[in-house]
């Protein structure tokens, strides 16, 4: 059986009940980054093998890991925080198991978009989640332009390196549009900061920024209301 386990995104004490059985019962945990797991796993006193998983070997250990489930190993997937396959490893595996007709169950848990979400004061009944924005800024300002029509609140991963020209590129494409950067989520210095993009680029173009980053985007047909950092 393949337990496909979330992990906390930040503060440890969101681990499920479930999530730590299930990593108690494996025979061999697949792990994004073992060093990272592995201060999770320390933590919680689990002590079983560990196999990396991550982008650059996913499609060799995808075919090592079906090959011990279909011999009957119990191994749990996790990541680095959240949920296996959304933007991180998993997804190829999962798919496998499916084509094979292998068992495999999902045990949720934090998530990083629901959380900032919910988190947000935007539209929740309807969202578009897309990933990490592009690197390249042709493509990155597509996808603004994209979630600028949408009527939904549309969700996207940034790097905190990047969130300057991403601000920049918002302001100009869509100006009066709120925005909500949720960054640090669940951890001591958790922020959730509102406003237009170039109030939120003010703030942040003096200020270091650090950790990881959701940015939201209003839906267009949202009803304006007044702007304001929180």
């Known amino acids: 059986m393949l337990y496909v386990v979330a992990t906390p995104i930040g503060n440890l004490g969101d681990i499920t ?24 796993l320390k933590h919680f006193e689990i002590k079983k093998p560990l196999v990396s998983f991550h982008e650059h070997n996913e499609a060799m250990r995808t075919a090592q890991l079906i090959e011990r489930l279909a011999a009957g ?9 959240g949920i296996p396959g959304l933007s991180d490893p998993g997804a190829r595996l999962i798919r496998e198991c499916i084509k094979s007709e292998l068992p495999f169950t999902i045990v949720p848990g ?10 947000s004061g935007f539209e929740t009944e309807k969202f578009c989640f897309r990933g990490f924005l592009p690197v390249k800024t042709g493509q990155r300002q597509r996808e603004l332009r994209a979630a600028a029509e949408r009527e939904e609140t549309t969700i996207f991963f940034e790097s905190p390196h990047r969130l300057a020209k991403t601000l920049m ?13 949720a960054r640090e989520l669940t951890k001591k210095f958790e922020e959730f900061r ?37």
């Open 17 to 40: 009940l479930r999530a730590l059985e299930s990593l108690k019962s494996a025979d061999l945990i697949a792990a994004e980054d073992t060093r990272h797991s592995g201060v999770m």
């Open 73 to 81: 190993a119990n191994i749990a997937l996790i990541t680095d925080a």
């Open 110 to 119: 934090p998530s990083s978009i629901l959380t900032a979400l919910v988190g």
């Open 169 to 181: 590129a918002s302001a100009g494409i869509m100006p009066e549009r709120r925005l909500c950067v």
């Open 194 to 230: 509102r406003g237009i993009a170039s109030e939120l680029l003010a703030f942040y173009s003096a200020r270091p920024v650090k950790g990881e980053i959701v940015l939201l985007i209003e839906g267009s047909k949202i009803k304006s209301r007044n702007s304001s950092l929180s």
